[in-house]
C-alpha cells in the first residue's frame, strides 16, 4: 500500500515537472513583461506570470489603469441611496487576478521599506486591515498597467512618500500628538542649508 501511494506521489510530482517546463516554454516569449513585473515588491515570477496569463500583457485591450482595475475586480463597489453612498463590497473580477493580487498585497504587507508597506499601514489604520489589502492590491495593479504600457521598471517613491508629499500634515500630526500626552507645543522652522 505505501508502494503505491509513493508511485502516485511520484507521478504527480512528474506531471508537475511537465506542466512546468511547458510553461516555461510558453512564457520565454513574454520574458520582458515578466522581468518588469517581478521588479515590484511582492510579486513572484509565479504572480507575474499569473497577471500575463490573465491580461495577455498587452495593457492596450484596456483604456485606463481604472479599467484594468474593475475588469479585475479591485475596484471599490459603489452602491447610491438618495444621493447617500454607502459602503459596498470590492465588485467581481477576475477571480484567478484577484488571487494572485493578493498574495502580492500580503506579501508586502510585511515590508517596513517600501511605498506599498506605509500604504497599507496607512489605510489598515483608518480603515481596516482587508480594505488596505485591497487598496495595495489596486495600488499594484495600477503599477503593473502603467509598467506594461510604458516598458518602464518599477520605481518605487519609498517608505517616506506621504511625509514628502505633504510635510505640513505630518507636522500638524506630531504637534496633535504631543498635545494628547498634555505638552503645549510652538513650531518654528528652521532654515535648512544645502
Sequence with gaps: MTRLLLNRIDQHNAAIQHL??????????????????TSIPGVSRTVADIIIAETGADMTAFP??????????????????AGRRKTAPTRAGNCHLKAALGTAAMSTTRQRNTYLGAKYRRIAARRGKLRAVVAVERAILTAVWHMLSTGTYYQDPGPDYYTRHDPSKRAARAVRDLQALGYQVTVHPIAMTN
Design 20 to 37: 512546468e517546463q511547458r510553461i516555461e516554454q510558453k512564457i520565454n516569449s513574454v520574458q520582458a513583461p515578466r522581468d518588469l513585473l
Design 64 to 81: 485606463s489603469a481604472a479599467h484594468l482595475c474593475s475588469w479585475a475586480g479591485v475596484s471599490p463597489g459603489q452602491h447610491e441611496s
